[in-house]
């Protein structure tokens, strides 16, 4: 598990985004579907696409909760060498 206090914030609030995308898409709560994206989708393809697209923001949030809490991330995002000397 990562040790920075940093990622475990950011990793906490995509934990909250899971939930309560999650709520959204279990509940019959219809305030959310009337964001404009949302009511796009809905009024395209159906309120069981809105639903799918609340699924989708919460399966993606609590994955990169996961990612952020665990310290995995991309070879791009590794801190150089030098800079972790700095900050000692």
Known sequence: MSGNYNDWFV???A???AVGAGVVSASSWETPYQLRSVKAI???YGM???RAF???IAITSLASGAMIASG???GY???KKSDME???
């Open 48 to 50: 069981s696409a809105g």
């Open 72 to 74: 995995i991330r991309p």
């Open 77 to 79: 995002a590794q801190p």
């Open 15 to 17: 934990f909250l985004i």
């Open 54 to 56: 609340w699924v989708v």
């Open 11 to 13: 990793a906490t609030v």
């Open 86 to 88: 700095i900050a000692r």
């Open 42 to 44: 809905v009024d395209r």
